[in-house]
């Protein structure tokens, strides 16, 4: 039963470019987080998303960033023409319902390096 | 807005000794969850322990165990007999809920523990 699936584990961009991340939820599970851990902090809650639905993006940057989760296939998370302040470990978790009483199991996170 | 405080950067503690990690967290909601997670060297996120609000009785999990003081605001792990395998950091985190039903976690920004051996 494999669980939360994030790729790439390691990303390195230069500044500009654009950078994906990927998320597949656990099987069964339509309901995505994605959370950013900038070095020496905790995780930040990014954006949340049901299929094909944006629920709550109150902590995503209000340009360059977007996220996505269509109807087949996973979650992404794009950030276009990236800056060195976007290097950070991004998490992405998922939960059955997206209700309180069901745990968020996150993936092993991307890596994103800005030269 | 909810916040959660940890207090202690990093803690350190001998191989099979007993070690606490602090957590309070401010909150106007009455039902809520609270979280600890453990985030080892390789950088996984894996949860530790879970608390829901309502459950007065403190939750535990094998050598983990929670003291939760719901008027307090405190939410505190308890390792015991900690072995060379905990060293890592522990988030707690607090479930909020939002306005349409999205339950994000809100984390502190975590206590580095080393288990010596």
């Known amino acids: 039963n494999a669980g939360v699936m994030q790729n790439p584990r390691h990303l390195v961009r230069r500044r500009g470019q654009e950078a994906r991340l990927r998320c597949s939820p656990m099987k069964g599970h339509s309901h995505v987080y994605w959370y950013r851990q900038l070095p020496e902090e905790g995780l930040k809650f990014m954006v949340y998303l049901q299929k094909e639905n944006i629920i709550d993006e109150s902590g995503m940057p209000k340009e360059r960033f977007s996220a996505e989760f269509p109807k087949e296939g996973p979650s992404i998370l794009r950030i276009q023409q990236v800056v060195r302040g976007d290097s950070a470990a991004y998490f992405c978790a998922s939960s059955r319902t997206g209700l309180s009483n069901q745990p968020q199991h996150f993936g092993d996170g991307t890596r994103l390096s800005i030269l | 807005a909810q916040t959660v405080t940890q207090s202690q950067p990093e803690m350190s503690v001998q191989e099979a000794e007993t070690v606490t990690l602090s957590c309070t967290y401010d909150t106007s909601e009455n039902n809520y969850y609270l979280f600890w997670y453990k985030q080892p060297p390789s950088r996984q996120m894996i949860l530790v322990i879970r608390q829901e609000a309502y459950k007065q009785q403190n939750a535990t999990e094998n050598r983990f165990s929670v003291n939760f003081q719901k008027a307090a605001k405190s939410f505190s792990l308890k390792i015991s007999d900690s072995q060379l395998g905990d060293t890592a950091m522990y988030f707690c985190?607090?479930?909020?809920?939002?306005?349409?039903?999205?339950?994000?976690?809100?984390f502190g920004k975590g206590t580095k523990l080393t288990v010596n051996p």
């Open positions: 985190a607090f479930m909020t809920s939002f306005q349409g039903g999205s339950e994000k976690l809100v």
